[in-house]
Structure formats: structure tokens, C-alpha cells
């Protein structure tokens, strides 16, 4: 089983076996190509942007071996982010950053509040846009439920600041969401929960 959490550093080892969840929990028929991004340098000019609002995330707490970069292609276009953490000789799954463009515009910024210790979260910022998404019951459920704060990894338990947002940009509408691994199997397995991205990101395009 794959439970996101390794005996080893080396990218030639964990690269093929975080592309293998990926690919299993989207039934995709081939190998999804991915690209590697230096913890340390953050060379990459397109990861870099991922990369430094996944460290404010953890407020630099986690030493980040590197961060797995995939380009999604079915069935929306999307980037997902995959940062791994140095957990002594071995690592860890910690942030996962999904980003894909909208259809539809937005006035303004939104974004989930933090999590509440009773009831579930709504959307703030644009008032329209967030009237609209706040009416969807299984839509707030949802969003709720997949922007993790909390969760383990390696019997580590993790932590991040939630992120859930839609931004206006030149070019278009961005969703953007961080969340982290999903324990499964009594922690035998995790989870990156893709598809259940897409089926946000469809809801969230729909409603608004």
C-alpha cells in the first residue's frame, strides 16, 4: 500500500510512486508526466509561484526536499503541487496545492473562511459571488470537507493555514486550493483526492 510517506530522499524513488497514487486515483491510462522543483533552490519560474504560497502555508516549519509539479490535462486542466517533507532518513506528502481557471468571472476576491470549531465555513469577500456559493449546501459541505487544515502523514500530524480561493486575474478566473494527504486504510494508505478537486471546481464554476 501507499500511504505518501517513504524510506527514502531520493526523487528517482518517490516520484514513480507519488505518480502511481495520482494516476490510480484517476484512472488514468498511462504515466502522468511531472516535473521536480528543488525545495531548497525553487528554480522552476512557473512552480516558484506554488511553491512560496505552499511554504506560507506552514509558516517554514517543514523541510521541503522538493515539490512534484503535475499538469493535469483530464478531465479540466489543472496544476496540482505535491511537496515532499524530510521526515528524518525518510519524507512525507505535506501540502497539496490544486489550481485550475474558471469559466466564470468574479468581481472580486473569495475565499473559504477558516475552519469553525462548530458548523461549517462560508465563502467571504465579492458579496454576489459569495451569496451565490454560500446557497449551495453540498458545495460549502464539500470545499469544507476537502480544504483539510489538519491530517497525518507518516504518523506525523500536519498542520497548514486553510486555503481556499478564487482570484480574479488578467487572463482569467483562478481556484485555488491547498489541502493535504487523507489517511485511508488506517493509515496503511493516504489519499490526494483529485477527482473530488474536479468535482469542486465543476460545482463551484456552476454556481457562480
Known sequence: MNNLAYTSHKIEVIGPKVEEKIREE??????????????????????????????????????????????????????????????????????LLYSTWLSKPVAGEVWLEDPKTFGKSKFKGDPAASERLNANGDLIKRANNFARTESQSGGLNLKIKRLCKIMPQQNGTMLLIATLPRPTKMGFSAAVDAAEFFDIASMIEATL
Open 26 to 95: 484517476l484512472g488514468a491510462p498511462a504515466p502522468l508526466p511531472y516535473q521536480v522543483e528543488d525545495g531548497n533552490a525553487g528554480e522552476m519560474s512557473a512552480g516558484k509561484f506554488f511553491s512560496d504560497i505552499a511554504g506560507g502555508l506552514l509558516g517554514g516549519k517543514a523541510d521541503v526536499l522538493f515539490n512534484l509539479h503535475f499538469d493535469l490535462t483530464h478531465p479540466r486542466p489543472t496544476h496540482l503541487q505535491v511537496s515532499m517533507n524530510r521526515q528524518g532518513v525518510g519524507s512525507h506528502a505535506g501540502v
